[in-house]
């Protein structure tokens, strides 16, 4: 099949451009091998977890926290001081080094050691997962436009689905075999490729971009080291995009303590659990690409980014009512997969539509303080209140009629937000036209 054969599939199966192909692809593998590294690394991090102790999970919650509101201004303080390309790679090399410390001490640890060092490496991949992923973002919404991610944003999320379907099979497979340590190298080698990638995408994203902004791309971010705190409590757009973050990660840690629950319950040994993990996983990113890939852009173009975003906030008020009159453990499997589904199928790439509409400097610094530490605030802020709902009696039933209302609120949040997408997008393409 020759270029143009190629071409032609592609842009009737997602309406890439000519110029915008190669960065597209980059862009997919950049965003595929960085979920293959994450995915091997999560059900070894959810293992680790339950060996700890699921009571103890509500402290690793805040150790995580902790961790990201320490690393967010290092993290501004790279952004200010060299340009795109440069940090990303010193961010995905230092994580890297951290890796082959862990597998050193994994191997080299007591079995009493092996807790500590587990529960440490649990804080550290959920850090590690929230970082990666979201200078990715960041660079691709400083490559493409409000009517590209439209467009494209659905594939290049298809490209993290796939990932994860690759990661998760391959630590499902060869977890018994290799043991968990040897798979933290496969990680290594994974976020180096994905520093390369991400040179490629920078690249050839100049093919339709002017030559100003091109120039404008090699500079540092710039601005203050606290500039991503600042600029998001200044604009009620991105609290808008903080407190819509944080209510999914509030619920969504909900349904995490209630599985965490179900599986140090019903498997005794670390194998077991980190298989049944992977399969999960392997379930939700199969049915989730056929989101991103057939229904994602399709709906957008047929309805608009504030329907979208309702999606998952509708779905997990559903949800939370069918488990406050059902709450079967068959239930809340199904509703977790629907949530991950919708999440990671729809709400995921169309909220990061939201972040086109903002400035520059915001992409980088206010974006990764919002997907970092405001989304850890919520995690944070749902395992308080979990703990805290389960001492007074509380169970599956009775928490679930709680996140209800939380869903509702959540969901008027969304659709507020995509209408002030949409109208900040017309703003500048009635000022690009204006004489």
């Known amino acids: 099949m020759n270029k143009e054969a190629i071409f032609q599939k592609l842009q009737q199966a997602i309406k890439v451009k000519p110029d915008e192909v190669k960065a597209l692809t980059w862009g997919w593998l950049y ?3 960085l979920f293959i590294a994450y995915y091997v690394l999560r059900p070894i991090r959810d293992e680790l977890g339950v ?11 805040l150790g995580t926290l902790l961790s990201m509101i320490a690393l967010n201004p290092l993290y501004a303080c790279a952004t200010k001081k060299w340009s795109r390309e440069k940090f990303i790679a010193l961010t995905y090399r230092f ?32 850090v590690f997962n ?3 992923v979201s200078v990715f973002w960041s660079l691709i919404v400083d490559v493409f436009n409000s ?27 060869l977890v018994e075999k290799l043991g968990q340590n040897w798979l933290l190298l496969i990680s290594v080698v994974l976020l180096e490729f994905a520093v390369f ?16 902004r091109n120039v404008e791309d090699k500079k540092a971010i710039g601005g203050s080291i606290l500039s991503g705190l600042t600029h998001t409590l200044r604009s009620p757009y991105l609290i808008g995009i903080g407190f819509f973050i944080l209510l999914n990660s509030v619920v969504s840690t909900f349904l995490y303590f209630q599985q965490a629950d179900i599986v140090s319950a019903n498997f005794a040994d670390r194998e077991s659990r980190t298989v049944f993990f992977a399969n999960i996983d392997l379930w939700v990113n199969v049915f989730t690409l056929l989101f991103q890939l057939f229904i994602a852009s399709r709906l957008l173009k047929a309805t608009s980014v504030a329907v979208v975003l309702c999606i998952l906030p509708l779905v ?35 909220r990061e539509i939201l972040f086109t ?12 303080f919002i997907d970092t530490v405001v989304y850890r605030f919520g995690d944070q802020a749902g395992s308080w209140a979990y703990t805290g709902l389960s001492a007074l009696g509380l169970g599956i039933a009775g928490i679930s009629v709680i996140a209800v209302p939380v869903s509702a609120i959540w969901l008027g949040l969304g659709f507020w937000l995509g209408k002030k997408q949409s109208a900040k997008e017309r703003a500048v393409k009635s000022s690009e036209v204006s004489p």
């Open 147 to 173: 009517e590209q991610g439209k467009r494209l944003f659905g594939f290049l999320a298809a490209g993290a689905t796939v990932g994860g379907i690759v990661g998760a099979a391959l630590t499902s497979g």
């Open 31 to 33: 965003i595929f091998v």
């Open 95 to 126: 994580f890297s080094l951290n890796l082959l410390l862990f597998m050193a001490g994994l191997m080299l640890a007591t079995p009493e050691q092996h807790i500590w060092i587990g529960r440490i490496f649990f804080v550290w991949v959920s």
């Open 316 to 350: 997990s008020m559903l949800g939370f009512g069918v488990l406050a009159i059902f709450p079967t453990v068959t239930m809340l499997v199904i509703v977790q997969v629907a949530r991950r589904v919708s999440n990671f199928g729809l709400s995921r790439p169309t």
């Open 130 to 132: 929230l970082f990666v």
């Open 51 to 61: 060996a700890g102790g699921v009571e103890n999970l509500s402290w690793l919650f």
């Open 197 to 212: 990638a991400s040179k490629k995408l920078s690249f050839f994203s100049s093919a339709f971009h002017t030559e100003e």
């Open 357 to 368: 509409a903002i400035p520059r400097e915001d992409r980088y610094k206010a974006k990764n």
